[in-house]
């Protein structure tokens, strides 16, 4: 015995579907997720029909309020999905069916599930870029305050994971702080751009009933209609820009995880993670292990995997709709997911984390990290060209290495011997202090930078 066909669309199918055609082609599993919004675009449509004369009034008045009950059974777990009615919005409009009747045949006048399925996903996906945008305002917050705390703590600064320069723990963390903030500018960016509605493009060429785009656009919240129909159902450019703005905040967050699980390790000792966000071994007693930000520094993976695959969806796609594009769900689900996620752990992580500034200014000292320092007094103070002050100081990091000691513990006549117009007034730059607090150059680290920098931040946050 076959199936009897598609009650929504078998009218010229004599019998239903293989199982393994159903189950492929069934997007239910997932796009149940977009049931409110799925609900608030066909409540708008119905609601545009009437005010049009394209359906009467008490029809609207029906199928709003049976959409309303739908709502509240899919919210209370109460609602049965079918797989056989493949989609959220066949599920919806099947049930509508059961609640009241013909009248719900009337909701899909003037529409198709292209433009139904493009506007519930450009919903949903402007609803993360907030709720993303809030996660990120949070972290940004953590980190200024890290920031607050140790503003003049002293810290080495890197280059190819080799001491550089010493810095300030504020000035660290407020690099982080310039990188979200761009992060929430991209999600702006993306939200303003992705914000038309492609609502009446209907199957792909629009309409001949005299519909109102405006009118559901409005009620949407959506700035305007989409332009060109086509375009309107075949477009995942939203979806994307969410993906690669989303890739970008997970490769921020995986560098401040890495950070984070090098300057927790037993090496370096620069911060120390809360109870709340280490983990312990089985078997050996004595770990406290930053699984959490490794799993931050993961979700790139994962984030990335998901931009990649849409991508690769969309790049041989004719207009207008292909079933292909049903595959664009899964891909924006997880990756937001993962990054609410990782945005959380990460808040949580910085908030608790306790900087350790004795530490940091030990390490700060180590690896002639006030090299340059040196070779700027040899510019400043004996007018040398830096190319030669740069040589002349090579051999003094030379000379303290072969004994054993930083710069600073150079005796003046071992510093003479390498160049003899050398005095004692060099050893005010070779303190780690007195380096930073001399980088006031625009964007540099010297402490009353970074104070008016966090001033600055604590007022964008509030
Ligand atoms: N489940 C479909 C999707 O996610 C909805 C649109 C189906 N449109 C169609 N013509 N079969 O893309």
Redesign the pocket.
């Known amino acids: 015995m076959t199936k009897t066909s598609n009650a929504m669309w078998g009218g010229r199918f004599a019998a239903g579907p293989d199982a393994i055609m159903e189950a492929i082609n069934a997007?239910i599993g997932f796009?149940r997720r977009l049931a409110a919004q799925d609900i608030a675009g066909s409540r708008a449509h119905a609601a545009m029909l009437a005010a049009t004369g394209i359906v009467s009034d008490s029809d609207a008045d029906a199928i709003r309020e049976g959409l309303l009950t739908i709502l509240s059974e899919i919210e209370a777990g109460e609602f049965a999905f079918s797989t056989a009615l493949?989609?959220i919005?066949m599920n919806v409009e099947a049930r509508l069916r059961e609640l009241i009747g013909a009248p719900a045949g009337r909701l899909h006048t003037a529409r198709?599930?292209?433009d139904q399925?493009a506007v519930d996903l450009r919903l949903w996906v402007r609803e993360q870029c907030d709720a993303v945008d809030t996660a990120l305002a949070a972290l940004m917050r953590a980190l200024v305050g890290q920031a607050a705390q140790g503003a003049d703590w002293v810290m080495p600064g890197f280059t190819h994971l080799q001491v550089a320069q010493p810095v300030t723990w504020g000035h660290h963390m407020l690099a982080y702080v310039e990188m979200f903030a761009r992060d929430r500018g991209r999600f702006a960016d993306a939200r303003a751009r992705m914000n038309e509605s492609p609502l009446g493009a209907a199957a792909l060429a629009g309409t001949s009933f005299p519909i109102d785009r405006h009118m559901t656009a409005a009620a949407l919240g959506f700035d305007r209609p989409m332009a060109n129909s086509l375009d309107a159902v075949s477009d995942r450019d939203f979806a994307l820009e969410f993906l690669a703005a989303a890739s970008i905040c997970a490769m921020h967050l995986s560098r401040l995880a890495e950070e984070l699980v090098i300057w927790s390790s037993a090496q370096f000792r620069f911060v120390k993670m809360s109870d709340r966000w280490s983990t312990g071994s089985s078997i050996m007693p004595q770990k406290r292990n930053p699984d959490a930000a490794e799993l931050i520094r993961a979700k790139i993976g994962r984030i990335f995997g998901a931009n990649v695959a849409l991508m690769t969806v969309m790049k041989g796609l004719p207009l207008a709709?292909g079933?292909d594009?049903?595959e664009d769900?899964e891909q924006v689900f997880d990756a937001a997911d993962n990054l609410m996620l990782a945005l959380a752990a990460m808040t949580g992580m910085v908030a608790d984390m306790t900087a350790q500034k004795d530490v940091l200014r030990g390490a700060a000292a180590t690896g002639f990290s006030t090299a340059t320092d040196l070779a700027d007094w040899l510019v400043r103070t004996l007018g040398l060209p830096f190319r030669e002050a740069h040589h002349v100081t090579g051999a003094l990091v030379a000379e303290a290495e072969a004994r054993g000691g930083d710069l600073s513990d150079l005796p003046l006549d071992a510093m003479q011997a390498v160049h003899h117009l050398i005095t004692a007034d060099v050893f005010t730059v070779l303190g780690v202090e007195n380096s930073v607090a001399s980088r006031t150059s625009y964007g540099g680290t010297a402490p009353a930078n970074v104070r008016a920098q966090i001033a600055r931040w604590e007022e964008v946050l509030k």
Do not use: A, L
């Open positions: 997007s796009d493949e989609d919005h198709s599930r292209n399925v709709y079933k594009m049903q769900k």
